[in-house]
């Protein structure tokens, strides 16, 4: 049975985000205070006037992280297929003779 959703209230920069989720209340914390950092930084470095262009160019950077890690972990998925295969016809051979 699916665990029920819950309200998680996430803070960042100052606002509050309830989510209601049934992913795990810390977890959900540690995105937040994952994305809060993001935006930070990105505000320290830029000096930007407006709260919103650093939270908007730390979604564009986390979205990257994201988009790098996709494709890396589709190349190992690719990568672990051809030796599965490979392993697989060696077997058969082995078996065969």
């Known amino acids: ?10 803070r960042i920069m100052g606002d509050e985000y309830p989510i209601k989720s049934d992913a795990d209340s810390d977890y959900l914390q540690e ?31 986390i979205t990257d992280e994201y988009f790098s890690e996709k494709k ?11 030796l599965t295969d490979l392993l697989r016809e060696n077997l058969a051979e082995e078996y065969v003779n």
């Open 1 to 10: 049975m699916a665990e029920p959703y819950k309200t998680t209230i996430l």
């Open 31 to 61: 995105l937040a205070k994952y994305v809060e950092e993001k935006i930070q930084s990105i505000a320290l470095k830029n000096k930007f006037p407006s709260k919103l262009k650093s939270e908007v160019l730390a979604s564009i950077i």
């Open 72 to 82: 890396k972990n589709a190349k190992i998925e690719q990568k672990l297929t051809e």
